[in-house]
């Protein structure tokens, strides 16, 4: 029961109400709460306004509850609530601010777009206003203005008898197009002058915004040691998206993405595929290589072409790959091993020489160096750094290893006497003329290549004029098929003999001199054949060799011995008429 000793811990502290008071709870004399005391503390917690207090005498309202740090959050978060709201009204204001803003730029657009449609001539800019724009592009303030340019001036090129200003000639309206896309393009003059007589202007356009973006990334597969299905499916369990090239090709396949890098997998340290851009393998189809044949790659550094052929040969045969620079023989030698070919033999020697070396091979494949024009993507510094001297010597350069090409070239071969001549560039100095060339000085002909697709070789361009034949030769190009510029031509050699009549005729002197008839240069020989006819007429004979050297030569006895005519020479033949008479006599 209730005792008075439990009185002392029952006893509210100071300021608090008794537990009877706070919960209304009466106790019973024996110490036990009645059954009714529940009922009505929760009738009286609904309805009282009174402060409860705890067991431990701390007041239950919110502040005296909460602790200093608690305090001090409440404190800031009715900041941030004043802040919101003044936030809110500028937001208002600002709202109200753009939407003004919205309407006037909206009005001035369509007023704009009233000016473009009243006004649509495009006007060529004047003077002040280009050397305005010379100073203003060093900021690169006005591209966009002279993107807007070159298409309003395409645009009236291609319908220039309605839309030209009057007054303004095209060539004007050319030479102002060329400067902006050598602005905004950044290319040189020379080499954006060369393209523009290449391309149709629409076409243009798409050649110079393709060099812009790098070509697919794409991969040969190595057949001699694994399938184009089992390469795939390993790339793609780790981590490549991949597609095959296309139609034409059996082996090689397209990157779009990869988890892991392409040129350091297993499967390429196993030397199952490599990395080769798509243009290159056509060469070596065009080639066509068969088994057991002597095929001679003139230039062949880094090898992809080299064991493409190995592969098709089936490691048949033999494979001379030559290359002029020694550095590069080493990725050769890296990449033959690697890919497993066997029937190779690497050798360093300049190509124009290598007639001298060996010869009599089946088929020859000079994929010769060039300025690169193609290959704008991989290396934009071409934009700028060719001129005219550089197409020109590597056009030489191009002429001479050529014809070494056919010259190693056996035109008795069963199989063979074919040589393929590619180049990463779409100058026709360096395919068209440097091909036609070769039809000039060497018994050749040009024949299929036989690729299904690409474009027609020139047979015209500007002033000069090529074999016909050369319809069969074939362009690739950035724009239309997504690979690297590249020119192939084959050609089939039927005569090892080299043609005496053309011996001596260069294309250049002959660009250099078109009056030149054969009226002319028949005129001096005719005038030295009669002079000589004269001559021998009033009995004068020629001594001109014997007296030069006779000059040249005075006090030299035996020379001058070897030089003068013989005075027995009618009488060479008199030891064998005695030798025939003491035969007939029988002695």
Request: proline fraction near 5%; include cysteine.
């Given at each position: 029961?209730?005792?008075?000793?439990?009185?002392?811990?029952?006893?509210?502290?100071?300021?608090?109400?008794?537990?009877?008071?706070?919960?209304?709870?009466?106790l019973?004399s024996?110490?036990?709460?009645?059954?009714?005391?529940?009922?009505?503390?929760?009738?009286?917690?609904?309805?009282?306004?009174?402060e409860?207090?705890?067991?431990?005498?701390?007041?239950?309202?919110?502040?005296?509850?909460l602790?200093?740090?608690?305090?001090?959050?409440l404190?800031?978060?009715?900041?941030?609530?004043?802040?919101?709201?003044?936030?809110?009204e500028?937001d208002?204001?600002?709202?109200?601010?753009?939407?003004?803003?919205?309407?006037?730029?909206?009005?001035?657009?369509?007023?704009?777009?009233?000016?473009?449609?009243?006004?649509?001539?495009?006007?060529?800019?004047?003077?002040?206003?280009?050397?305005?724009?010379?100073?203003?592009f060093?900021?690169?303030?006005?591209?966009?203005?002279?993107?807007?340019?070159?298409?309003?001036?395409?645009?009236?090129?291609?319908?220039?008898?309605?839309k030209?200003e009057?007054?303004?000639?095209?060539?004007?309206?050319?030479?102002?197009?060329?400067?902006?896309?050598?602005?905004?393009?950044?290319?040189?003059?020379f080499?954006?002058?060369?393209?523009?007589?290449?391309?149709?202007?629409?076409?243009?356009?798409?050649?110079?915004?393709?060099n812009?973006?790098p070509?697919?990334?794409?991969?040969?597969?190595?057949?001699?040691?694994?399938?184009?299905?089992?390469?795939?499916?390993?790339?793609?369990?780790?981590?490549?998206?991949?597609?095959?090239?296309g139609?034409?090709?059996?082996?090689?396949?397209?990157?779009?993405?990869?988890?892991?890098?392409?040129?350091?997998?297993?499967?390429?340290?196993?030397?199952?595929?490599?990395?080769?851009?798509?243009?290159?393998?056509?060469?070596v189809?065009?080639?066509?290589?068969?088994?057991?044949?002597r095929?001679?790659?003139?230039?062949?550094?880094?090898?992809?072409?080299?064991?493409?052929?190995?592969?098709?040969?089936?490691?048949?045969?033999?494979i001379?790959?030559?290359?002029?620079?020694?550095?590069?023989?080493?990725?050769?030698?890296?990449?033959?091993?690697?890919?497993?070919?066997?029937?190779?033999?690497?050798?360093?020697?300049?190509g124009?020489?290598f007639?001298?070396v060996?010869?009599?091979?089946?088929?020859?494949?000079?994929?010769?160096?060039?300025?690169?024009?193609?290959?704008?993507?991989?290396?934009?510094?071409?934009?700028?750094?060719?001129?005219?001297?550089?197409?020109?010597?590597?056009?030489?350069?191009?002429?001479?290893?050529?014809?070494?090409?056919?010259?190693?070239v056996?035109?008795?071969?069963?199989?063979?006497?074919?040589?393929?001549?590619?180049?990463?560039?779409?100058?026709?100095?360096?395919?068209?003329?440097?091909?036609?060339?070769?039809l000039?000085?060497?018994?050749v002909?040009?024949?299929?290549?036989?690729?299904?697709?690409?474009?027609?070789?020139?047979?015209?361009?500007?002033?000069?004029?090529?074999?016909?034949?050369?319809?069969?030769?074939?362009?690739?190009?950035?724009?239309?098929?997504?690979?690297?510029?590249?020119?192939?031509?084959k050609?089939?050699?039927?005569?090892?003999?080299?043609?005496?009549?053309?011996?001596?005729?260069?294309?250049?002197?002959?660009?250099?001199?078109?009056?030149?008839?054969?009226?002319?240069?028949?005129?001096?020989?005719?005038?030295?054949k009669?002079?000589?006819?004269?001559k021998?007429a009033?009995?004068?004979k020629?001594?001109?060799?014997?007296?030069?050297?006779?000059?040249s030569?005075?006090g030299q006895?035996?020379?001058?011995?070897?030089?003068?005519?013989?005075?027995?020479?009618?009488?060479?033949?008199?030891?064998?008429r005695?030798?025939?008479?003491m035969?007939?006599?029988?002695?």
């Amino acid at each position: 029961g209730f005792k008075d000793d439990n009185a002392k811990w029952l006893t509210p502290a100071k300021g608090e109400k008794s537990l009877s008071k706070r919960t209304n709870v009466e106790l019973s004399s024996n110490g036990k709460v009645e059954e009714d005391s529940w009922e009505m503390e929760e009738e009286e917690e609904d309805g009282s306004s009174e402060e409860l207090m705890d067991d431990y005498g701390a007041s239950s309202s919110d502040e005296e509850e909460l602790l200093p740090i608690e305090k001090a959050a409440l404190k800031q978060k009715a900041d941030d609530r004043d802040l919101s709201e003044d936030d809110s009204e500028e937001d208002d204001v600002a709202e109200e601010t753009s939407r003004q803003k919205t309407g006037q730029k909206e009005k001035e657009d369509a007023d704009l777009q009233l000016n473009l449609e009243i006004d649509e001539e495009f006007k060529l800019p004047t003077d002040e206003q280009i050397e305005k724009e010379n100073i203003l592009f060093i900021c690169n303030i006005h591209l966009h203005v002279i993107h807007q340019r070159i298409k309003s001036n395409m645009e009236v090129l291609q319908d220039f008898g309605v839309k030209r200003e009057e007054g303004r000639t095209r060539q004007e309206y050319l030479a102002l197009l060329r400067r902006d896309m050598a602005a905004y393009y950044s290319y040189s003059d020379f080499l954006l002058k060369m393209l523009m007589d290449i391309f149709p202007l629409p076409e243009l356009i798409n050649f110079l915004e393709a060099n812009e973006v790098p070509r697919p990334v794409t991969i040969r597969t190595n057949t001699l040691k694994t399938r184009r299905r089992d390469l795939a499916q390993a790339l793609i369990n780790r981590g490549v998206n991949l597609d095959p090239l296309g139609k034409w090709s059996k082996t090689g396949l397209v990157i779009y993405d990869s988890s892991v890098p392409i040129g350091a997998t297993p499967e390429y340290l196993a030397g199952h595929y490599m990395l080769q851009g798509a243009s290159s393998l056509l060469p070596v189809m065009a080639l066509a290589p068969q088994e057991n044949e002597r095929i001679l790659d003139m230039c062949c550094a880094p090898g992809g072409k080299t064991s493409y052929i190995a592969q098709l040969m089936k490691n048949t045969g033999m494979i001379l790959a030559n290359d002029n620079n020694a550095e590069r023989l080493r990725s050769v030698v890296g990449n033959l091993h690697r890919l497993g070919v066997t029937n190779a033999v690497v050798s360093n020697c300049d190509g124009r020489q290598f007639p001298k070396v060996l010869g009599g091979f089946d088929r020859v494949l000079l994929d010769a160096p060039c300025s690169g024009t193609g290959v704008i993507s991989k290396d934009p510094a071409i934009k700028t750094n060719k001129d005219e001297k550089d197409i020109l010597r590597c056009a030489h350069l191009q002429k001479e290893l050529l014809l070494s090409a056919i010259d190693s070239v056996s035109a008795t071969s069963e199989t063979g006497g074919y040589v393929v001549y590619c180049t990463c560039s779409i100058t026709v100095e360096e395919n068209e003329w440097v091909v036609d060339y070769a039809l000039k000085k060497r018994n050749v002909r040009l024949v299929a290549t036989g690729l299904d697709f690409g474009k027609e070789g020139f047979t015209r361009f500007k002033d000069r004029r090529f074999h016909p034949s050369l319809k069969s030769t074939r362009r690739f190009y950035p724009h239309t098929h997504n690979m690297d510029g590249f020119f192939i031509a084959k050609l089939k050699k039927f005569s090892n003999a080299i043609p005496k009549t053309q011996k001596d005729e260069e294309p250049a002197a002959e660009a250099a001199n078109p009056s030149t008839g054969p009226e002319a240069v028949m005129e001096p020989q005719a005038k030295k054949k009669k002079l000589e006819s004269s001559k021998i007429a009033q009995g004068q004979k020629k001594p001109q060799p014997a007296l030069k050297n006779r000059h040249s030569l005075q006090g030299q006895r035996k020379p001058l011995k070897a030089v003068r005519p013989s005075p027995l020479k009618s009488y060479a033949q008199v030891p064998n008429r005695k030798k025939h008479k003491m035969k007939q006599n029988g002695q």
